[in-house]
């Protein structure tokens, strides 16, 4: 009997040391050991294998599905269980008179404990948890950060491709508020002078010049006799400056990968044909116009995809039937993807325009003559200028109790009845409020300080 033993261990131990070889390079695990008269299980990584010790001897073997696992045995008490495919299957074992061992369930499963390793290398600190179901791999957990969650993704893709199951969460702030001010500035300058002269007597009446001006702001008019001829000559000067100003400061909050939208403007009415000569109305926004797409990829680091407009009403461009006046729209747009962290501000400006006009008639010959030719001609100068800028802030926000919260009109108390009529008092500053609102609206607001009606 020591002999058998001793002679069992060695062939144990050789087959230990050539399964790698045989099997494809196939790395046995630990010993496993089973009770007769007791079914139990046993877990096979794939493409790995097991050795299995049963306390009694067994004289035959079954294995139900051997396209999962396959077997060998390498003495009457020791079995090799190789994992081929993912699935469970049954190991059963027999004594020489054909009595049953035991059964034993063996399940077969992707290995994932080389996963978990480059997981923790690549992801340190990160709290994701890898289970295997089927033939695929599970990840659930909390993570930092959407792009961590990629790339656990990405690497669970490269051991199970197609068969990755997804049920981690994305922990911190998801939440992204936008605060967007518009400027425009619009610069225009004209300057024209026109000339016109006459000159009547008997038989002879003679006009020139380059035309009178639309709402001309200096006329000078003067005139004298040479002979029997009456000279009248008649300037005309016009200079105008202008600048306008427009601003609008909205502040937008969107959830993390979702939408969200701005308009400060109206809707403008254009009738559109239809077939079988139906007209019908489509309406066509306008005003400053702000979409963008937040997406926190990395901590505090915010991946901002923005598009912004700013149109207006051009009636000197639109179109007329006589009837149906169609106006045009003036329109400066933008797009863009850009990378910042919290509280950091971008500015998207050159979106400028520069329209200039010079323009000169006069008199055929006269208006050649050097001094006197420009009582024959008139010239009008014009430019106009217009920048948008679009400067951007990102803010990561949480919600808060609606209490801490101020309004416009917190600060502000309607008359009653009888302070109008009698007293002629208007509405008020509040005096006393109450709650986190009412210290909130004790505060000082003096200055440029949006949402607050002083």
């Known amino acids: 009997m020591t002999y058998r033993r001793i002679f069992s261990a060695t062939l144990l131990g050789l087959a230990l040391s050539i399964s790698p070889i045989v099997l494809g390079q196939v790395e046995a695990e630990t010993l496993r050991v089973v009770r007769s008269g007791t079914s139990s299980s046993l877990g096979v990584p794939m493409n790995r294998a097991v050795v299995v010790e049963s306390d009694v001897p067994f004289a035959e073997l079954s294995i139900a599905n051997p396209t999962i696992a396959d077997i060998s045995s390498l003495s009457d008490r020791t079995i090799y269980v190789l994992g081929k495919s993912p699935g469970i299957t049954t190991l059963t074992l027999f004594d020489a008179t054909g009595k049953l061992i035991t059964n034993v369930e063996v399940s077969v499963a992707p290995d994932i404990s080389e996963f978990k390793e480059r997981l923790r290398q690549i992801l340190p600190g990160e ?18 950060s959407a792009q961590k969650l990629q790339r656990a993704l990405d690497l669970a893709a490269r051991y199970a491709p197609e068969r990755v199951s997804n049920l981690m969460v994305v922990g911190g702030v998801q939440q992204v508020m936008l605060k967007v001010r518009f400027a425009e500035m619009q610069r225009s300058v004209t300057k ?36 029997a001829f009456e000279v009248n000559m008649l300037l005309q000067a016009l200079e105008s400056k202008g600048v306008v100003r427009t601003l609008a400061e909205p502040n937008l909050t969107a959830l993390s990968g979702q939408e969200a939208r701005f308009l400060a403007g109206g809707e403008y009415p254009v009738p559109v044909a239809q077939e079988d000569g139906v007209i019908s109305v489509e309406f066509k926004p306008f005003g400053v116009e702000l979409d963008f797409i937040p997406r926190v990829v990395d901590g505090d680091l915010i991946n901002l ?18 009837t149906l006046q169609i106006d045009a729209f003036k329109r400066r747009e933008t797009s863009t993807t850009v990378e910042v962290r919290d509280g950091e501000s971008f500015a998207i400006a050159g979106l400028l325009q520069d329209d200039f006009l010079d323009n000169n008639s006069q008199v055929p010959w006269l208006g050649d003559i050097p001094v006197l030719g420009a009582l024959f001609r008139s010239a009008d100068y014009q430019r106009s200028q217009s920048e948008l800028v679009i400067i951007i802030t990102a803010h990561l926000v949480t919600p808060t109790r609606g209490e801490a919260l101020a309004l416009p009109t917190d600060r502000v108390k309607p008359p009653s009845e009888k302070d109008l009529f009698l007293f002629g008092h208007v509405a008020r500053d509040v005096k006393q409020n109450k709650g986190p609102a009412g210290e909130v609206a004790k505060q000082d607001f003096s200055g440029s300080y949006g949402y607050v009606m002083d």
């Open 127 to 144: 709290e994701i948890e890898v289970r295997t179901a089927n033939d695929g791999i599970v990840l659930s957990g909390t993570v930092s």
């Open 192 to 227: 024209a002078l026109s000339a016109t002269t006459s000159i009547s007597g008997e038989g002879i009446n003679f006009a020139g010049g380059g035309g009178s001006l639309a709402g001309a702001s200096g006329i000078l008019s003067f005139g004298f006799d040479v002979g």
């Open 305 to 322: 995809e923005m598009a912004a407009a700013v149109s207006s009403i051009d009636s000197a461009n639109g179109i007329s039937d006589g």
